[in-house]
């Protein structure tokens, strides 16, 4: 985690492959530049674009310092005005390689580079289209870059998609665990780098408050929910091959699962903390082929409005099938067997065209046991939630309920609660900081490994064979919350949604 008198990291040569795509510019740069602005970086650091598109470090250069320029304004992460001095010194730090993923050539030429420093040590980004993971690690090992036998340290990051299915997901693990060690490999979850995620569990293993109520005898179920505004965007050839439960739930959700159900670690260190999270995702329940029809719902949105905005439909969008069965809407119910959750259910859901951005987890606690006030309007005492809002506005509230002032006794909903922005004075950040600096210092506390990766495919594998042979996608009006089914998952279990925003 990056914090003030952190140390600066290691010396590197940092390699970015797919230089040239979105995330470079979007997310990898920004980051690369807020660490340099925090002092974060050492001297020698190097920062290597590497793709097949012919360019210079100058033009790579320019065309990252436009993009942060236009962000100006305070895009997510981006700075709010590019401090040109800081640049400057970034931009000496950034070079360029020419080369086919697929080339040798391209792999003895960054083997050169890498001979020269005294360091020896790398890093090799996989920022390009999934298809190329397997080539280009293949490729390293091959080329003998993945060999720390000399000293300095080969580490490999590889972005999401991390396989498309259980099987999928294995074949890559084996394929990469032919040519490095686990030790050498960065699974990124963007979610990880989120403040408000990993400070789940610092709330839970620092406070010994929590403790004591987080277990199935006092909370009755959980909601974790990542409603979008966006659309798909420019992604929709991805996304339609993709859809939401693979996009969001194996990955993101599971780990904001995994943070608000894993037992407490033995120590903070990568293994502790990777093999809690393993054992409970290895918890959730397979379902059957008819219980995973029953315990899903899948959306798409149609289109609709936000305010006098219309909204294309889903099946519209650029680069969508005009028939499309993909779900840009997912809601579950999953169970975990263990001890501490046994009979608590754990309620997902994520969709994109939603009416409000919140990235959430709602705890709800069982009610009190019985009506204390019988004879008032109290009989029936409402369950109280502890709300952890990963995003946009960043804390945690409790939900309790208040007598309100006055000589009846009426109760009113009130909020105990800790935003971050009234403690903290938070700098930009992308989320893509920490995981940099982490990966730069070797701490892959915040990493996937294999197990947790494989571990996520398979509790979501039974839903995936379920729908490949039947269930039904429902529509929803873009703006709105997903279709009625998904509040049906809960209303059938007299339960409801907490509200969003
Ligand atoms: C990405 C998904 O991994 O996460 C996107 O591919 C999604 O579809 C995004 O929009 C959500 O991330 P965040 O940080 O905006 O919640």
Redesign the pocket.
């Known amino acids: 985690m990056t914090a003030q008198k952190t140390p600066a990291a290691p010396p590197c040569t940092l390699f970015l492959f797919g230089a040239s795509g979105d995330l470079v510019k979007r997310l990898l740069m920004p980051a690369l530049y807020n660490l340099s602005r925090d002092g974060l970086l050492d001297r020698n650091l190097r920062i290597v674009g590497v793709d097949h598109n012919a360019s210079t470090a100058e033009a790579f250069g320019e065309r990252l310092h436009d993009f942060l320029a236009e962000r100006d304004a305070g895009g997510e992460g981006a700075p709010k005005s590019v401090d040109e001095k800081l640049w400057a010194s970034l931009a000496k730090r950034l070079d360029y390689q020419t080369g086919d993923f697929l080339d040798m050539a391209t792999y003895q030429a960054i083997g050169e580079r890498i001979a020269k420093t005294d360091h020896g040590n790398a890093i090799f980004y996989l920022a390009t289209s999934p298809r190329f993971f397997p080539e280009v690690a293949q490729r390293l090992g091959e080329a003998g870059l993945l060999d720390e036998s000399a000293g300095g340290f080969r580490r490999v990051v590889i972005e999401?998609p991390f396989g498309t299915d259980l099987a999928s997901a294995q074949a890559l693990n084996a394929c990469l665990l032919k040519v490095m060690s686990e030790r050498q490999i960065y699974r990124i979850d963007?979610?990880l780098g989120k403040e408000t995620v990993q400070n789940i569990l610092v709330s839970r293993f620092s406070n010994g408050l929590f403790e004591s109520f987080w277990n199935n005898h006092y909370i009755d179920h959980v909601q974790i929910t990542?409603a979008?505004t966006?659309g798909v965007e420019t992604r929709g050839a991805f996304?339609d091959g993709t859809g939401a439960l693979r996009?969001?739930v194996p990955?993101?959700l599971f780990q904001l699962l995994a943070m608000v159900a894993m037992e407490p670690p033995a120590a903070f260190g990568a293994d502790a903390v990777r093999g809690e999270k393993a054992k409970v995702i290895g918890a959730i329940r397979p379902w059957s082929s008819k219980l995973a029809l029953k315990n899903s719902v899948r959306g798409q949105y149609a289109a609709g409005k936000r305010g006098d905005k219309d909204l294309p439909g889903y099946r519209e969008e650029d680069n969508v099938d005009s028939a499309s069965q993909t779900e840009t809407y997912v809601a579950l119910k999953v169970m975990i067997d263990n001890w501490r959750w046994a009979g608590v259910p754990f309620y997902l859901r994520t969709g994109k065209r939603m009416s409000v951005r919140d990235?959430e987890i709602a705890i709800c606690f069982k009610p009190a046991p019985y009506a204390q006030f019988r004879d008032s309007a109290l009989a029936r005492p409402k369950p109280n939630y502890l709300k952890i809002q990963i995003?946009p506005n960043e804390g945690m509230w409790f939900d309790l309920q208040a007598k309100r002032p006055g000589p009846e006794l009426i109760t009113q909903n009130v909020e105990l609660g800790f935003a971050y922005k009234d403690f903290f004075n938070m700098t930009p950040a992308t989320?893509y900081e920490t995981l940099i600096y982490d990966c730069l210092t070797g701490d892959q506390t915040l990493f996937q490994r294999a197990d947790n990766i494989e571990n996520g495919w398979r509790a979501v594998q039974p839903f995936l064979d379920a729908w490949a042979s039947g269930g039904e996608v429902h529509e929803y009006p873009a703006g709105e919350d997903g279709p009625e089914a998904g509040n049906e998952l809960l209303t059938r279990d007299k339960r409801e949604w907490h509200g969003l925003g």
Do not use: S
């Open positions: 999401k963007h979610y990542a979008e966006v996304y996009d969001m990955n993101h990235t995003q989320g």
